[in-house]
């Protein structure tokens, strides 16, 4: 097995979040044929020594595999990569859209209260989005929105966002 370690190593000079590129490139190199179903991943240690992050940004990116369906966790034998679910075989158009990383509620900076037409701390709920194309990670999202606006499944230009929601939202501050 050889593995593209270089293809998989993290951008330094990206914004992404290096637990979010982990697992956008691990999900690549998954898809790619780097490893079959079945398969055995190094363990997290020493993934996260052979692309310089630390063990628990690799623990953070594994975890989001693991959800997605893409490993699977075997307690006491390592973690593998699941095979594919009867079905599961869609066109790469069909894996593209956006999942929700964070959401909290909180104060609006100067900047944002400035932007958004609110009064000075006013709260916001801040979120960042994954979007996915052809099930690639291609972008991280960052949107601010006054959080006087309705529920979020209410607006019809953010229906995607509470859809993907998988966490409560989470307040920080008063």
Known sequence: MNIPWQDIMPDADSAMPLYLQMAGKLTAA??????????????ER?????????RITMRRAMTLLVRDGLVRRVRGSGTFIAPPAA????PPAARSGVRCVSRTIRAASDEEARLLGLAPGERV???QRLRYVGGVAVALE????????P??????????LTAQWREPLTSTGH
């Open 30 to 43: 998954i898809r790619g044929g780097a490893w079959q179903a079945g398969d055995a991943l190094p363990s």
């Open 142 to 149: 960052a949107l601010v929105l006054p959080a006087s606006l």
């Open 87 to 90: 079905g599961t075989a869609t």
């Open 125 to 127: 709920a801040a979120i």
């Open 46 to 54: 020493t993934l996260a020594s052979a692309l310089k992050v630390s």
């Open 151 to 160: 529920p979020l499944d209410y607006l019809q230009d953010y229906y995607e």
